[in-house]
């Protein structure tokens, strides 16, 4: 079978995804069994997988949804302990004394919270820990996951401690002809380099798409307007997330630079500085489309003293600071907790393992503190245990969607078969493409990453996967390998926006299961703006800037972006004036 012919049949899977998630806007829960069933197919009659190895695949994937919906429940349960002890009231009313421009809201807590979040633990629970308290501050429930997905790409790369590249970049290099480790070096750089330049502007299209889909005159100029604290939050992040990466490496530049981002941010808002003129808030609730709305509880709990705000922050200070310590190699939590792990085995006897560490995922510190909080909040257990059950109802509610989801991607990944000709089907995938955009491999490597990640929900995997590959095409086409495989790591980070189970975890967290698809279409917004402008780069770094496809594309994003940020200036001024007028 060609090449071509090939490729096509592995892109069925992905086309099931989009045809009944974004086409058809089918639920998750609809989705993805009958999404599961085709890609079974597929890998049965045309890749010839055993059914030992699909039955092993599926068994990991349930275990790996299993883990996403213990995440999930331990966030939620977290801001629900936070209700029921009175604290998510002062946390209201602190945003409030920030700034109760929504927009500036969302930056904070997404950009800045969420980057830090993302640096100490990855395994998508960045959003799935700022969707459901933008939601308990007065976000419409879909606008909150939405821009709580944006973030799930700058500071991805350098998530859980440099995983992404410390685990899958060097794995997925391992053996390549002319690779040698103190390569990933150079690939840090470049990848903190190419994303700070990009990822400067997602605060920007992160509250241009807010006033866009949830704004009462739906305008992207509205968000627009707030361009010049969106740059300034986007590089107090980037500029010391590239200077960690370049001198220190890839363990912490997401971590710090969410920190370091916060602690410049937030006194500036304080003061006033760079803030839009005019407040932007959403309309009164019972104004929201229905679609808007999800099935959090965030109604503010009467309790008997008001809580400060330090002891209201102190349950999200204590996950960031147990995160850190439990992830630093250096202590022996990390390893401790590690050691405890319930290992499958193969069994189906297929040759994929299936174990699980349950101890060290993000979830159990996020329970641990909800317990703690009991105690910080002084909080009765018939109150705690409000806050378990409406939890576990959120969590049950999402399951059905992560239960197929995850699966479906495994048997995707683990379609290798040593007798066959060809490799896995993401891999035949990279082939086709290859084969398809050969010297222009550079506009097309972020791409292939962004389609691993979304694919396999993972940026490490995705890494994984494609890494080698990556370095063996470009010497082929003779650019620079450790150039290609940043461009894959960049893409794979953008991936995670999109892909499916980030999105249902997402979704669950925020109370809005079941819109998943309408999720993934606004998302492919920010996905296609960080894998062209990425592509674009490289491009132009590789081949000169002239009349080529990376010069035209290059010069379209940097004329829109002048253009967005001018459209916004413009608004900003025509408000100020209308203001005076008045």
């Not at 082939?431 to 490597?445: D, H, I, K, N, T």
Request: aromatic share 10%; with cysteine.
């Amino acid at each position: 079978m060609s090449t071509t012919m090939l490729t096509l049949i592995a892109l069925t899977p992905i086309i099931s995804v989009l045809l009944f998630l974004v086409i058809l806007r089918w639920p998750a829960s609809r989705a993805m069994p009958l999404s599961l069933v085709i890609t079974v197919l597929v890998a049965m009659t045309i890749w010839n997988v055993p059914a030992a190895q699909i039955g092993g695949a599926m068994t990991n994937g349930v275990v790996s949804a299993l883990e996403i919906l213990f995440i999930v429940f331990g966030a939620i349960l977290l801001l629900n302990t936070l209700r029921e002890g009175g604290a998510l009231d002062t946390i209201r009313q602190g945003f409030t004394d920030i700034s109760p421009d929504r927009r500036v809201q969302a930056i904070i807590i997404c950009w800045l919270f969420g980057s830090f979040i993302e640096g100490a633990s990855g395994f998508g629970t960045p959003a799935a820990i700022a969707a459901p308290l933008l939601v308990a501050i007065g976000f419409p429930a879909l606008g909150a996951v939405m821009v709580a997905l944006i973030i799930q790409s700058t500071p991805v790369t350098f998530g859980a401690i440099g995983t992404p590249i410390l685990v899958g970049v060097s794995s997925g290099l391992e053996g390549i002809t002319g690779y040698t480790p103190d390569q990933l070096t150079e690939i840090t750089q470049h990848v903190s380099i190419l994303h700070a330049i990009i990822g400067s502007f997602i605060p920007l299209f992160m509250v241009a798409m807010l006033t866009k889909f949830f704004g009462k005159s739906r305008s992207f100029t509205e968000g627009l307007a707030a361009w010049k604290f969106a740059l300034f939050a986007g590089v107090a992040f980037t500029l010391p997330y590239v200077t960690i990466a370049v001198f220190l490496g890839p363990e912490f530049p997401s971590l710090f630079g969410g920190l370091i981002g916060l602690a410049i941010v937030i006194p500036a808002a304080r003061r006033g500085w760079f803030l839009p003129r005019q407040v932007f808030t959403f309309e009164k609730e019972e104004d929201w489309e229905e679609d808007w709305k999800g099935t959090l509880k965030t109604e503010p709990i009467s309790t008997t003293s008001r809580v400060s705000m330090v002891r209201a922050w102190v349950p999200y200070m204590l996950v960031g600071v147990l995160l850190i310590l439990t992830r630093l190699e250096a202590l022996p939590f990390q390893a401790m907790l590690q050691q405890f792990v319930i290992d499958l085995g193969e069994p189906f006897g297929g040759g994929v393992g299936v174990d699980s560490t349950p101890l060290y995922l993000p979830a159990t510190i996020l329970v641990a503190v909800s317990l703690i909080s009991i105690a910080i909040y002084r909080m009765p257990l018939k109150h705690y245990a409000v806050a378990v059950t409406s939890a576990f109802k959120t969590v049950v509610a999402a399951a059905a969607a992560l239960i197929f989801a995850v699966p479906m991607v495994q048997v995707f990944i683990n379609s290798g078969v040593e007798t066959n000709e060809f490799g896995t089907m993401p891999f035949q995938l990279a082939l086709g493409a290859e084969s398809v955009f050969g010297p222009q491999w550079p506009m097309v490597s972020s791409v292939i990453g962004a389609l691993g990640a979304f694919v396999a929900g993972s940026n490490t995997i995705s890494n994984m996967m494609f890494s080698g590959f990556q370095y063996e095409t470009a010497e082929l086409i003779g650019v620079t390998g450790t150039t290609t495989v940043a461009l894959q790591a960049i893409g794979g980070a953008a991936g995670n926006m999109i892909c499916v189970h980030n999105v249902v975890a997402a979704s669950a967290a925020g109370g809005v299961t079941g819109r998943e698809g309408t999720l993934i279409r606004r998302m492919l917004i920010p996905t296609a703006y960080y894998v062209l402008f990425a592509g674009a780069l490289a491009s132009v770094w590789f081949y000169g800037f002239g009349f080529n496809i990376g010069s035209v594309i290059l010069v379209a994003i940097i004329g829109s972006l002048i253009y967005a940020v001018v459209r916004g200036a413009r608004h900003s001024k025509e408000e100020a004036e209308l203001r005076k007028s008045a």
